[in-house]
């Protein structure tokens, strides 16, 4: 896994994205850093290329040549936005959060809720190589 400097947080300065990610887990104390945890676990199993960044003052981001995936912890809930998720076929109905939108989908899971982690296995793989799709066809466009 590579890890990529992300944005830095007061105090936070000297910390890798992966560090930061290790500390929010950690502060957490409760259902949220071990479902964090194990979604994590899971990223990297499924794609071990996986970039781990820290963005907008304290999210962790899962990323492959683009944003997989951002982990967001709330009071109730644990949030994966996949940022091209209405572009991903989502077969086992995972995406349960923003299905509104044209980009982005989500799954909120919450306390007690089991993980399809074959499904979500499948998933971040697929953002991957949606997103290196999208990174050739830009390269191709562009005038050399």
Not at 127 to 141: F, H, P, Q, W
Request: glycine fraction near 8%; hydrophobic fraction near 40%; charged fraction near 30%.
């Amino acid at each position: 896994m590579t890890v990529a400097k992300g944005q830095a947080v007061e105090g936070n300065e000297d910390k890798t994205p992966s560090q930061l990610i290790d500390a929010r887990i950690n502060e957490l104390k409760d259902w949220r850093g071990e479902m964090l945890a194990r979604i994590r676990a899971l990223i990297k199993e499924a794609d071990p290329e996986v970039v781990e960044t820290w963005k907008w003052r304290g999210v962790p981001v899962w990323e492959h040549s683009g944003i997989i995936c951002t982990g967001e912890t709330y009071k109730t809930a644990v949030k994966l936005t996949f940022a091209k998720g209405a572009s991903l076929a989502d077969p086992a109905g995972l995406f349960n959060a923003s299905l509104e939108g044209n980009t982005r989908r989500a799954i909120d899971l919450h306390e007690g809720d089991r993980i399809d982690e074959r499904a979500l296995k499948v998933l971040f793989p697929a953002a991957a190589t949606l997103n290196t799709a999208s990174a050739a066809r830009r390269s191709r466009k562009k005038p050399g």
